[in-house]
């Protein structure tokens, strides 16, 4: 159509609005705005979404289902899993009009900071983010870092990496660090100590992420392999013929626990597989020798530990040698001290010493001899361990003499070669012994009429007169009667007293009474008012009911209600009479009287004139 300067000009219709010279359909303008200020950008029909939508120039990104264009700058993702957002959601991307791309940046809202990312294509953009999720790595901020995202203030970690202490970290940089009497999760110690990073280092069992040291010149840690660890937890391990530094021995034998106040960073050793030696080192069990009675060293300290594989053995100097007995390793033990059982199974001294650097038998507490081959008095070898335990650890069950615990515990020693057992799951104790629960009857084995067969479970065998039912052990058979099919002990309401010898009698429960030696029934007056304990119960419900509605009716109903009667007039309205007949109902209330009595009483306080009685 021809405008009212003589030229021609666009008249757009339906959807489409005159921009520019130019018709432009309305899905592609915002705030009058075309394709979020792309001016290359194209409005192009989008089949799959069924409307007009901008086809954005390079440098910008299509939003929002492709209604406006936003540069590539203001929009941070750090991860291809990541919906784009234009300044993470929580502001606008500005810039002067004329301004280059590469300088735009987000206008952030309240409670969120603008920082600067390079994201997962590797370049820097700005976006917002709330303060709880913001951390810094070599003084460079990252979204929790850098492989989370932040949702209401915390962080939500990408899938294969954890939470800790705020931000997202893979799980090789999470590590213990001590807290008072308790340990707490860090990411790599702490950004004082050490930046979780991805690995720059050429072996391929490193790639990945590392703990990266962020100061080693004053040696209070120092970077071994993946790890930033304390001085306290290196240790030097043979591999390939030489000493390579290891943390705690190895990460597959124990973890660095750091004290981040003081110098007494240490080794929690995996108890499954491994041994703290009393450097403070871990070690496999099968290279962890005795040296003392409580002190491990590789090896004895006659050896190396090699590894085969996925086990590990120890390598003997000469005159030394690895023996095992009852699935024990002993490694390479001096062969002076090497002795034989009567099975000829070679164990250490007996089983009752250890083996000095001098290659001599030093004897523990309840042995003697060269070799330890004796028990002291008070003890008893025991048949499987082959050591010498105090006597209060073994019973007089047959078969079972020379076994501690009856098999089935830890003998603890006292002073005064005094002791006594702590027993396994599913036994209890019994004096100083382990037996199965089913054999004990209130600590008592077999309720003292009988013999334990010392198995998992427990049987009883009685004594002649005695038989055990389905609720009690081994009781004289004069105290057990049969009801309804069912055997009982006192009818089921006592307990047989027969032991010792003693001639059996029941002792009935409370509320029972014996009728004769052998059977307790319920009291006379117990079965007199038990029928009707359930009515009293329901009369007693339903009166306190019945108050509680009277009550509640009064106070809702009636408290309000002006007076009716004489003696509902308030105390100060009240004339002399009055208030000494409310006194006289009261305490007749009190007696059993009625009010006709109280009022008579009144009368004769008060003369015939009215005047008071003297």
């Known amino acids: 159509m021809k405008s009212a300067g003589g030229g021609h000009e666009c008249a757009c219709s339906g959807p489409f609005t005159l921009l520019n010279k130019r018709c432009i359909h309305q899905d592609c303008l915002r705030d009058n705005v075309y394709c979020g200020g792309d001016a290359l950008a194209g409005c192009v029909y989008k089949p799959e979404q069924q409307r007009f939508g901008c086809a954005c120039s390079e440098g910008f990104l299509a939003v929002s289902t492709g209604e406006q264009c936003v540069p590539r700058k203001c929009i941070y993702v750090h991860s291809t899993l990541a919906e784009p957002k234009v300044?993470?959601?929580?502001?606008?991307?500005?810039?002067?009009?004329?301004?280059?791309?590469?300088?735009?940046?987000?206008?952030?809202?309240?409670?969120?900071?603008?920082?600067?990312?390079?994201?997962?294509?590797?370049?820097?953009?700005?976006?917002?983010?709330?303060?709880?999720?913001?951390?810094?790595?070599?003084?460079?901020?990252?979204?929790?870092?850098?492989?989370?995202?932040?949702?209401?203030?915390?962080?939500?970690?990408?899938?294969?990496?954890?939470?800790?202490?705020?931000?997202?970290?893979?799980?090789?940089?999470i590590v213990p660090v001590a807290s008072g009497l308790h340990t707490v999760q860090s990411v790599c110690g702490g950004p004082t100590v050490a930046s979780c990073v991805v690995s720059e280092l050429p072996n391929t069992a490193l790639n990945g992420?590392?703990?990266?040291?962020?100061?080693?010149?004053?040696?209070?840690?120092?970077?071994?392999?993946?790890?930033?660890?304390?001085?306290?937890?290196?240790?030097?391990?043979?591999?390939?013929?030489?000493?390579?530094?290891?943390?705690?021995?190895?990460?597959?034998?124990?973890?660095?626990?750091?004290?981040?106040?003081?110098?007494?960073?240490?080794?929690?050793?995996?108890?499954?597989?491994?041994?703290?030696?009393?450097?403070?080192?871990?070690?496999?069990?099968?290279?962890?020798?005795?040296?003392?009675?409580?002190?491990?060293?590789?090896?004895?300290?006659n050896g190396s530990c090699t590894r085969s594989g996925d086990s590990y053995f120890c390598t003997c100097k000469s005159g030394y040698k690895t023996i095992t007995?009852?699935?024990?390793?002993?490694?390479?033990?001096?062969?002076?001290?090497?002795?034989?059982?009567?099975?000829?199974?070679?164990?250490?001294?007996?089983?009752?010493?250890?083996?000095?650097?001098?290659?001599?038998?030093?004897?523990?507490?309840?042995?003697?001899?060269?070799?330890?081959?004796?028990?002291?008095?008070?003890?008893?070898?025991?048949?499987?361990?082959?050591?010498?335990?105090?006597?209060?650890?073994?019973?007089?069950?047959?078969?079972?003499?020379?076994?501690?615990?009856?098999?089935?515990?830890?003998?603890?020693?006292?002073?005064g070669d005094k002791g006594y057992c702590i027993c396994d799951s599913y036994w209890g104790p019994s004096g100083t012994v382990c037996y199965p629960l089913g054999c004990l009857t209130l600590g008592t084995v077999c309720n003292?009429?009988?013999?334990?067969?010392?198995?998992?479970?427990?049987?009883?065998?009685?004594?002649?007169?005695?038989?055990?039912?389905?609720?009690?052990?081994?009781?004289?058979?004069?105290?057990?009667?049969?009801?309804?099919?069912?055997?009982?002990?006192?009818?089921?309401?006592?307990?047989?007293?027969?032991?010792?010898?003693?001639?059996?009698?029941?002792?009935?429960?409370?509320?029972?009474?014996?009728?004769?030696?052998?059977?307790?029934?319920?009291?006379?007056?117990?079965?007199a008012i038990q029928p009707y304990v359930p009515i009293v119960v329901g009369v007693l419900v339903l009166s306190v009911l019945a108050g509680l509605i009277g009550f509640l009716s009064w106070r809702f109903c009636c408290k309000n209600k002006k007076p009716k009667h004489p003696l509902d007039i308030p105390t100060k309205r009240r004339g002399r009479r009055e208030r000494s007949a409310i006194a006289l109902i009261s305490y007749a209330n009190f007696r059993g009287r009625n009010a006709n009595e109280a009022m008579g009483l009144a009368e004769l306080e008060e003369g015939s004139d009215g005047s008071a009685a003297v």
């Open 87 to 173: 300044c993470g959601g929580f502001g606008t991307c500005f810039g002067q009009a004329g301004t280059p791309l590469s300088e735009k940046r987000c206008s952030c809202t309240d409670n969120t900071t603008e920082v600067t990312l390079r994201d997962i294509t590797g370049v820097l953009k700005s976006t917002c983010v709330q303060e709880g999720c913001i951390n810094y790595v070599d003084q460079n901020p990252l979204i929790c870092g850098g492989v989370g995202e932040c949702v209401h203030g915390k962080c939500v970690c990408d899938i294969g990496y954890s939470a800790v202490n705020g931000t997202c970290a893979s799980p090789r940089c």
């Open 209 to 301: 992420y590392i703990c990266k040291c962020i100061n080693t010149t004053d040696n209070k840690y120092r970077q071994i392999g993946r790890q930033c660890a304390p001085q306290e937890c290196v240790f030097p391990r043979s591999a390939n013929g030489h000493d390579v530094d290891t943390v705690c021995g190895g990460h597959e034998f124990g973890t660095c626990v750091m004290d981040l106040v003081g110098n007494k960073s240490y080794c929690s050793c995996d108890k499954d597989v491994a041994v703290q030696l009393f450097t403070g080192r871990c070690i496999p069990k099968e290279c962890a020798g005795l040296i003392d009675f409580n002190k491990y060293e590789e090896c004895g300290g």
């Open 325 to 415: 007995f009852r699935g024990v390793v002993y490694p390479c033990v001096a062969t002076e001290c090497i002795t034989q059982e009567s099975d000829g199974a070679e164990t250490v001294c007996h089983s009752g010493g250890v083996c000095s650097a001098e290659k001599k038998c030093v004897c523990k507490n309840g042995h003697y001899g060269e070799k330890c081959e004796n028990c002291s008095s008070g003890y008893t070898r025991d048949r499987s361990s082959r050591t010498c335990y105090v006597k209060d650890c073994f019973s007089s069950e047959p078969g079972f003499e020379d076994v501690v615990c009856n098999g089935a515990g830890r003998c603890v020693e006292e002073e």
């Open 448 to 527: 003292g009429n009988g013999r334990c067969t010392v198995v998992k479970g427990g049987v009883c065998t009685c004594n002649d007169n005695y038989q055990s039912t389905v609720d009690s052990i081994c009781v004289h058979k004069d105290c057990i009667s049969t009801t309804g099919g069912v055997n009982l002990v006192c009818s089921g309401h006592g307990r047989c007293l027969s032991d010792n010898g003693r001639v059996p009698v029941c002792r009935c429960y409370p509320g029972y009474t014996l009728k004769d030696s052998f059977a307790c029934e319920a009291d006379v007056a117990r079965t």
